[in-house]
């Protein structure tokens, strides 16, 4: 069941939804299969959302949570540091991300 709209990036839109089994709140994005290119317009998964799919499998967030299903708030600032301090070398060699955040 979709709940509200959460944000959109290069590659689709994200949505709060709630899952019908579990009760849960989840995120689910929605990819958008056609992509602009170099050489028009492309079709098929786009190369960011196969990396951000790889990146998730890897992630076992359930590990980093505590048994009431939230983040530590040491974690929290860690990856909050571990974020800007990326950040913080792109910008300072000239490169800018606009899905960072």
């Given amino acids: 069941q979709k709940l509200q709209k959460i944000g959109e990036g290069s590659c689709g839109v994200v949505f709060k939804c709630r899952d019908c089994v579990e009760g849960g709140v989840v995120a ?5 299969f056609t992509y602009d290119s170099d050489d028009g317009v492309a079709f098929g998964i786009p190369s960011a959302a196969l990396r951000e799919i790889a990146v998730l499998k ?3 967030l359930h590990k980093h949570l505590g048994s009431v299903g939230q983040l530590h708030p040491m974690r929290v600032k860690l990856y909050t540091w571990q974020l800007l301090s990326a950040l913080a070398y792109c910008h300072s060699h000239r490169v800018a991300h606009r899905d960072v955040g």
């Fill in 58 to 60: 890897d992630c076992d």
């Fill in 28 to 32: 689910v994005k929605k990819v958008n």
